[in-house]
T-cell receptor, first 113, second 112 residues
Framework: ETGVTQTPRHLVMGMTNKKSLKCEQHLGHNAMYWYKQSAKKPLELMFVYNFKEQTENNSVPSRFSPECPNSSHLFLHLHTLQPEDSALYLC????????????FGEGSRLTVL | GESVGLHLPTLSVQEGDNSIINCAYSNSASDYFIWYKQESGKGPQFIIDIRSNMDKRQGQRVTVLLNKTVKHLSLQIAATQPGDSAVYFCAERTGGYQKVTFGTGTKLQVIP
């Protein structure tokens, strides 16, 4: 148990569907992240939120829409995805300190049909 | 959590032997380096880190070596155990604590 919980663990959706991934951290951290892990590439940083404010958007297509209502919760809203978006989506959190230690959830495995 | 389909370098090690996993990083401005372990079905887990002003750091059964001259990082695992079987990622931090970039990973297989 890492203190970062992601739901759902598995999601299958069609290209016209709208779904959301949820992440919750119980560690009191101030920063939260979305990473994408696909079969063809290394872990890719998508978004960073620090104290609920988005501080990084790594050129992510607009069909991915993040939401961070508070420092403990992070959502990734999905709409009109493509099959190539199928991947493991990992949420992470960190304290606001000068280290690189990220605490990851177990991920949400997304399949787009 | 496994990188299914990704052609990962694989290191096979006999149980009890030492393992050395290597990583080349790209950005000479990176100030912090981290090793993560990812077991099947799980997210990456922090193992050990090292600042750019150091060349060696030791943890419990693990040692990280940093060679900034050739931009090379290595993770040494002493007395490798079956539970060490996983994919290992090196990561570098550039431009502040939020910009952590991961390498492609190395799969470690421990032979009982």
């Amino acid at each position: 148990e890492t203190g970062v919980t992601q739901t759902p663990r598995h999601l299958v959706m069609g290209m016209t569907n709208k779904k959301s991934l949820k992440c919750e951290q119980h560690l009191g951290h101030n920063a939260m992240y979305w990473y994408k892990q696909s079969a063809k590439k290394p872990l890719e940083l998508m978004f960073v939120y620090n104290f609920k404010e988005q501080t990084e958007n790594n050129s992510v297509p607009s069909r991915f829409s993040p939401e961070c209502p508070n420092s403990s919760h992070l959502f990734l809203h999905l709409h009109t995805l493509q099959p190539e978006d199928s991947a493991l989506y990992l949420c992470a959190s960190s304290q606001e300190q000068i280290t690189g230690e990220l605490f990851f959830g177990e991920g949400s495995r997304l399949t787009v049909l | 959590g496994e990188s299914v389909g990704l052609h990962l370098p694989t290191l096979s090690v006999q149980e009890g032997d030492n393992s050395i996993i290597n990583c080349a990083y790209s950005n000479s401005a990176s100030d912090y380096f981290i090793w993560y372990k990812q077991e099947s079905g799980k997210g990456p887990q922090f193992i050990i880190d090292i600042r750019s002003n150091m060349d060696k750091r030791q943890g419990q059964r693990v040692t990280v070596l940093l060679n900034k001259t050739v931009k090379h990082l290595s993770l040494q695992i002493a007395a490798t155990q079956p539970g060490d079987s996983a994919v290992y990622f090196c990561a570098e931090r550039t431009g502040g604590y939020q910009k952590v970039t991961f390498g492609t990973g190395t799969k470690l297989q421990v032979i009982p």
